[in-house]
């Protein structure tokens, strides 16, 4: 199905439902367009109290046995649970009488207004939590600030993650541990960008077991009784001179004590006298020239060997020579580097004519006004500054001066989290505009995941970036970092595609499946998404799209001809591959991270699409129920039963159907994927019976059918999931029952978008959730 | 006199490969152990063991000292004498209590806690202090590291975790408060520089000096912006900032330990290279580096979160290429316990590999750091299939220094909290604690 199809599927679906809300919007909230006795609880006494009134509490839900209407209005949980069913067709169920579409309508709006009490002019835009970069925020980030591609942050702890995404404010701490890690990290990131010191010697230790040639008695413990040698063989790393020690120690014979002879091949020779006994071996130096990639042998010999057993003195009778060891330094002295790259963007951050006090702060002031994402003002600047004085004043260069200031930017707070000041941060009835470089961070870590850029920074200094926000989107969506950031972490996270790295299918029942063919199966996703991202396709195709991303060998494994090499190219889908493949469902990622090792997971497969796709996900299984083994279904009478049949078990008790009658028929949908995504016409040679219908009624054969489900009934509540699921990645804190109609603010500009993604990107940045924020009400509890 | 500083090539060995433990009179530091030259110290560790056991294969046979080990327990045999099996041990805080699904957050968030997770996917998590940093906090400051946290999950799951709790509940193991978690460390290397730090640069004195002054500068800068910040802030954010806060000060009070404890670099260890490929040689690397933080008294309490509770991993190298979540609902299904039974004995074996090195590594005083531990192996879920937290599968090894009465299979006559054993712990370390979690006394029966 094209998109313009599509669209207009989509659109008709959409408005119905829509139709109602637009209206009811005009309305004042000071005049309540429902009353309880008079539009809502004759809706809930027609087609809820069988189940949930008069006596009947079915699933704990009782709707009309609160002691007072007040009591009634104050159980916000009661409501919300009303209202997610509502909204979503849950309830009743389907095989019940349904209320009309306007029914449902009236529901939602007066939930909103007077238990949630919502208000459309004065909206609650709830508060973000101060949110610390993530680990992947913190590579971006410095490598934006310092024009690198360095990647410190891998050694961090992984982040905790919360309502499916690892940006989350209140769920990000800051360990003891994490914080070191920063202080490390920033130091080491400068000291490898900024050098301010000649690089260190090497060291390279020689032991017993390195030593070559024979001792006295042909072993390499470098003992030597008698006249000997031993070697050892050098690599130098670089030009230069370098300090060679040898540790040795002796016994005398006679009044002599040993002497070593050194060599250094093609070098200089040095002999020692070794007047030390070998208990307490003492160090023995000397230097010499050597040059990178020319091995050399250091020898050493004894070349005064004695032994005189009737000598009256016991030690001076065997003149011996023990080598304990061999260190080359070096090499020594070598200059200071010449600045990288990054090193003179940070200097030319000031004119080089400047004084250096001058110099340095408008070094530092530029520098940190990125880092902080914000002006920096006197009494900051100087605090930081007292590092850049302090290295001066110990005898450092400009340059260490300067590298420490920078370290104290990236170590403070400022940098590490993301403020949002605003004025009585702790009196939750006052309302904000966040400020125009809370704004700017905001877009960037959004649709960037990384600092905002000069551009940014500058509109927002200007005070003009709400006035161009437009402008500013259509510019950071157009940039391949939109697409790359998007798709890694919003649809990596939203989409669990970060779990096939953890996926193990078992090679003997899928012997197709190897190492490459998961990065293919990866990269298709990723660049189908990345391709709805950057040409702005409606996110309907995400549902159903007659296109897709193969090489080669993915071609091949769905069965795609005419694919070739091992890069990916832009595939149409016809014909009979058409029928079977088109969007994400159908993509063998999903598929499999879906899929359990050795088999298909119907179960699995439909809970995805329900919490995923359309943001229902069924309640968790209930405690004490009794479920016979799967396998145990596996032969019926003898014979051998396909999943299907082996879960018929969920529909014939009540109590596993209620929830298991959602998710079990898509799965069934898609049994012609096998475990790794593979088409397949039968399972294990038993043909397949892939027809099944949806909770809410609508039946399908198979996957075309399906997805022909999803896009004719369906997008309202995918578009609605989406724009949950984004908004939550944007502000970084889970969506609660104020955001409700935001969120159906942004699906509906999506759908007057043509659903295309850049539509649902502005419609988010433009909510109030993302534009406001209130004060914290905690305190108070 | 040896040169007693590695330079990078004579210290590069293979991938992973199992660590030599470094002979002990070079490790010692000198003057530090004075106090303690009596005695060894006490160290304690908590393992943890995921998705519950096949309990039938787990249990012993026999009582008391003339206990029998099964399939499972078979490969502790070889240090019968330093173990008990533990069992009646629950953990209520760990079960629903109203809440619903989420048995496998809760059993890992519960065992070191006792308390009830609250359930939230993101917004104020909440646990409870875990007992190894009750003892961390109390005992803090003899050893360079006050405790050591690791675990093997390299990967951490996307999307949502166990049924409405957050991911942080399931994937660390050690809670420093009730409200901030510490992540495990998996990469050896890092593990290994958390303990002995980077290898020598070679830094004089004088440079050594400096940078220590300029870290000291640093921490009173970001304390200073830190407390100005939070003014500017609402309470939740504040509470953010605390953790920094918190972080600072333990840094500080950490600079001060590694000046009075020099990191003793072992003599002739290997330093890991990263993080091994195979999953069993990654969890034998990570006992090696413990035993070597014990034995080198860079700290004395550690965690250890083999696998996260909920663990879907697959072992095909012992025949199961399944997932082992999966799996344990095994629904009496024999094959499938069969297996899982498999997986049992594949992490019983590596704890038991892990005891025999700490039974072979000598303390200057004659014993054996076994001897002088107390080492909790065990999880949050009994049955897998049923969810149940209570008659949970539990090994106390270690002599606790002659405080615990080793060498039999110790049934509990009624139900016990397991924090009550905890508390009894804390007791033989010298960190008192009146209270852990669910705790109604104490478990000295150990």
């Keep these: 199905m094209d998109s313009q199809r599509l669209i207009q599927i989509g659109l ?60 009634l209005m104050a159980d916000r949980r009661l409501w919300e649970n009303v209202y997610h069913n509502m909204e979503g067709h849950l309830m009743p169920p389907g095989d019940k009488a349904q209320p009309s579409d306007e029914d449902r309508e009236k529901m939602v709006t007066w939930i909103e207004g007077e238990v949630f009490k919502l208000d459309a002019e004065n909206p609650d835009p709830g508060r973000v939590t101060l949110r610390r970069l993530n680990r992947e925020e913190y590579n971006n980030t410095v490598s934006d600030l310092f024009g690198t591609r360095l990647t410190p942050a891998d050694g961090f702890a992984e982040d905790d993650s919360g309502y499916g995404f690892d940006n989350i404010g209140d769920v990000l701490s800051l360990s003891p541990d994490l914080f070191e890690r920063y202080l490390k990290a920033s130091g080491e990131l400068l000291d490898t960008i900024m050098v301010t010191r000649a690089p260190l010697p090497e060291v390279i230790d020689f032991t017993e077991d390195d030593f070559r040639g024979v001792g006295r008695f042909g072993d390499r413990t470098g003992a030597m009784s008698s006249t000997a040698a031993t070697r050892v063989k050098v690599s130098p790393p670089a030009d230069g001179e370098y300090k060679i020690t040898v540790l040795a120690g002796g016994s005398q014979g006679a009044e002599f004590w040993p002497i070593m002879r050194v060599e250094v091949e093609k070098g200089p020779t040095k002999e020692f006298t070794v007047n030390v006994p070998a208990a307490s071996a003492a160090e023995f130096s000397f230097k010499a020239s050597l040059k990178k990639g020319q091995p050399r042998n250091v020898q050493m ?133 966040i400020d125009e470089f809370a704004l700017a961070t905001r877009l960037s870590y959004f649709l960037w995941s990384t600092t905002p850029d000069g551009e940014l920074l500058a509109e927002a200094k200007a005070g003009t970036l709400r006035k161009n926000l437009d402008g500013q989107i259509n510019r950071m969506l157009a940039h391949p970092r939109a697409a790359e950031a998007l798709t890694k972490n919003f649809a990596g996270q939203w989409l669990q595609l970060r779990n096939l790295r953890l996926a193990a299918p078992d090679k003997k029942t899928f012997p197709q499946w190897s190492g490459d063919l998961r990065n293919d199966m990866l990269e298709e996703t990723e660049k189908f998404f990345a391709t709805i991202v950057q040409e702005n396709r409606p996110v309907l195709e995400l549902l159903d799209a007659d296109y897709t991303w193969l090489n080669e060998r993915l071609a091949k494994f769905y069965g795609v001809p005419d694919v070739k090499g091992e890069k990916f190219q832009r595939v149409s889908l016809n014909g009979k591959v058409r029928e079977q493949r088109g969007g994400l469902i159908t993509h063998a990622s999903i598929l499999t991270i879906t899929s359990n090792p050795t088999r298909t997971s119907a179960v699995n497969r439909g809970n995805f699409v329900l919490d995923n796709f359309l943001g229902t996900p069924p309640p968790p299984p209930p405690e004490s129920v009794d479920i016979p083994p799967l396998e145990a279904a596996a032969k019926k009478n003898g014979e051998k039963q396909t999943l299907r049949q082996q879960l018929e078990v969920h529909r014939e008790k009540k109590i596993c159907a209620s929830c298991h009658a959602r998710m079990d028929p898509i799965g069934f949908g898609l049994e012609n994927f096998d475990g790794i995504g593979a088409w397949r016409d039968l399972e294990n040679g038993l043909p397949l019976d892939t027809s099944g ?32 699921k984004m908004l939550t990645y944007s502000l970084g804190r889970g969506t609660e029952y104020y955001d409700k109609p935001a969120v159906r603010e942004i699906a509906d500009q999506t759908a007057a978008g043509e659903f295309r993604f850049h539509a649902m990107v502005k419609a988010v940045v433009n909510s109030a959730p993302f534009q406001l924020r209130r004060g914290d009400s905690a305190a108070a509890e | 006199m040896r040169f007693s500083t590695l330079s990078r090539r004579t210290a590069l060995r293979g991938l992973g490969a199992s660590l030599a433990l470094p002979t002990l009179d070079a490790m010692i530091p000198t003057g530090l152990r004075a106090a303690d030259a009596v005695a060894s110290p006490l160290r304690m560790a908590y393992v943890y063991l995921p998705n519950g056991v096949i309990i039938p294969k787990w249990n012993p046979t026999g009582e008391g000292k003339n206990w029998k080990p099964g399939k499972t327990l078979q490969s502790l045999e070889k240090v019968r004498n330093h173990v008990q099996v533990v069992s009646g041990l629950k953990q209520e805080k760990a079960q629903a209590n109203g809440d619903g699904g989420g048995d496998h957050a809760r059993a890992t968030a519960t065992f070191l806690t006792g308390t009830q997770a609250r359930k939230t996917a993101g917004a104020d998590i909440q646990a409870g202090i875990s007992v190894d940093q009750i003892a961390a906090s109390q005992l803090s400051g003899q050893t360079r590291l006050d405790s050591l946290q690791l675990g093997c999950d390299t990967v951490r799951k996307a999307g949502s975790c166990d049924s409405g709790y957050s991911c942080a509940y399931q994937f660390n193991f050690s809670w420093k408060s009730p409200t901030l978690p510490l992540a495990p460390e998996v990469n050896p290397r890092l593990v290994f520089e958390k303990l002995f730090g980077v290898e020598g640069t070679g830094e004089d004195v ?37 953790e920094y806060l918190s972080a600072i000060r333990e840094l500080e009070k950490k600079i001060e330990s590694a000046e009075k404890f020099q990191a003793s670099l072992p003599d002739s260890g290997s330093r890991p290279e990263g993080i091994p490929a195979d999953y069993r040689e990654h969890i034998a690397v990570m006992y090696d580096l413990l035993a070597l933080a014990f034995q080198t008294d860079t700290t004395r309490i550690a965690t250890f979160l083999v696998a996260h509770d909920g663990s879907n991993r697959s072992f095909p190298d012992i025949g199961v290429p399944e997932g082992h979540h999966h799996l344990s609902h095994h629904r009496r299904d024999q094959a499938k316990m069969d297996k899982l039974q498999k997986i049992d004995q594949f992490y019983v074996e590596l704890f038991s590999g892990f005891l025999e090195k700490l039974k072979n590594t000598k303390e200057p005083d004659g014993s054996s750091l076994l001897d002088s531990s107390m080492i909790v192996f065990g999880g949050g879920i009994g049955d897998g299939d049923r969810h149940n937290h209570d008659d949970l599968p539990v090994i106390l090894a270690g002599g606790g220094n002659g405080k615990l009465r080793t060498g039999r299979y110790l049934k509990a006559k009624e139900p016990v909290p397991m924090t009550n054993m905890y508390l009894s712990l804390l007791d033989k370390a010298g960190a008192k604690a009146d209270r852990l979690g669910d705790s109604t006394g104490r478990f000295d029966l150990i």
Excluded at chain 1, 361 to 383: G, M, Q, Y
């Design chain 2, 206 to 242: 004088k440079s050594r000096e400096l940078r220590m002054r300029h870290e000291r500068s640093l921490l009173d800068y970001v304390l200073d912006d830190a407390k100005s910040m939070q003014k500017k802030l609402g309470y939740t954010d504040r509470l953010k900032i605390d």
């Design chain 1, 12 to 71: 008709g679906a959409v408005t119905l439902a829509c139709i109602a809300i637009a209206v009811s919007r005009v309305i004042p909230s000071s005049e309540s367009r429902y009353s309880y006795e008079s539009d809502i609880e004759p809706v809930l006494a027609q087609y809820c109290y069988d189940c949930h009134g008069e006596g009947m509490d079915k699933g704990g839900i009782v709707l009309d046995e609160h002691l007072s209407p007040a009591e």
């Design chain 1, 693 to 724: 219908s949806l909770y809410t009624g609508e039946s399908f054969n198979g996957p075309a059918e399906l997805r022909e489900v999803f896009v004719e009934a369906k997008t309202g509540a995918f578009v609605r999931n989406m724009a949950d």
């Design chain 1, 301 to 433: 010999s004894f070349i005064n060997d004695f032994y005189d057993p009737k000598n009256k003195d016991p030690n001076k009778r065997d003149r011996n020579l023990w080598i304990n060891g061999v260190r080359v330094k070096g090499p020594l002295d070598q200059p200071v580097p010449p600045p990288t790259e990054a090193h003179r963007r940070i200097l030319s951050l000031a004119p080089e004519g400047l004084p250096e006090k001058e110099r340095s702060a408008k070094i530092v002031e530029s520098f940190a006004e990125k880092a902080w994402r914000r002006p920096v003002n006197e009494e900051e600047l100087k605090r930081v500054l007292g590092f850049y004085k302090q290295a001066r004043d110990d005898g450092g260069s400009f340059d260490l001066g300067i590298k420490r200031s920078l370290q104290a930017v990236l170590v403070s707070p400022k940098f590490l989290f993301r403020g949002e000041m605003q004025a009585s941060p702790d009196n939750p009835e006052a309302v904000h505009e």
